[in-house]
Structures are given as C-alpha cells and as structure tokens.
C-alpha cells in the first residue's frame, strides 16, 4: 500500500539524494547538484511557507518519492520525483494520482521533452500540453 505523508525535516537528507542524483538534476530548472545548504533553505520555506507543500510517498514504510506543491496566482504547480530504486514499477503513476485525484483547482507541471516518463506519467493523470519555452512544456490539469 502506498501513502502520502507531509514530509519533516527528517526527510530532508533523503530528499537531497534524490535530488542530487544525476539521472534526476539533469530534467531540474538547475540541472546540476545543489549544495547542502541551498537544499536547507530551500526545505525550510517548504516545511514553513504554507503556499509550498511537500509530501513525502511510502510503500511499506519505505520512502519512495516526493510530491512537491508550490501554490501560485495562476494555480497550483506540481513536481514529482521518485527514489531511483523504484523507478520503472508504475509507481510514479500512482503516486502522482494520488496526490491529484481531489484537485479542486488547476496543477501546472514545467517537464523536460526528454523526460519521457515524466511526460507520460502527467499524461496518464490527465495533464496536457499546452506550450512551451524552448527548454520546458507546460503541462495543466483542470480540476476534474
């Protein structure tokens, strides 16, 4: 069983990893490593700053992916990272419908072409394209 959780600052370690793990950083706004403590300012406004929420995915106890939220004018955008090791199970679908199925307004996801999987999991809950800069398409999903 799968469930989502508010991360703590217990979890910020892990989500440095993640972070800054190469496959993932490439498809950031800052595709490359941060610093320890670019990371800790960058969690402290997301555990304080209630127009930023972060939920931490569990299977088994296990911490297995991150549901970023950071509420803006326009809606709400989304980001979603997985723990390496559980990449490639179908997990990041569900993770990410989890987190979007009772959306009550527009999510607004910024995803890399390249990153295939990410764009075929926002597809799959619903989020469609609707233009680009050149280095990031904007994918949406309306309230359903």
Known sequence: MILLRPAVLEDSETILGWRNEKTTYKYFRTP????????????????????????????????????????RDEGCEIG?????????????????????INAEIPLNAYIKPANIASVRVFERCHFF????????????????
């Open 32 to 71: 490359s490593p941060v610093t320890q403590r670019t990371h800790d300012h960058w969690m402290g406004i997301r555990l304080t700053d209630p127009n930023h929420r972060l939920q931490i995915a569990e299977k088994e106890g296990e911490r297995i992916g991150l549901v970023r939220y950071d509420e």
């Open 80 to 100: 979603l990272t997985m723990a390496p090791k559980f990449r490639g199970q179908g997990l990041g679908y569900i993770v990410l419908n989890m987190a979007t």
């Open 129 to 144: 394209a609707l233009g680009g800069d050149g280095v990031f398409v904007l994918y949406r999903r309306e309230p359903l």
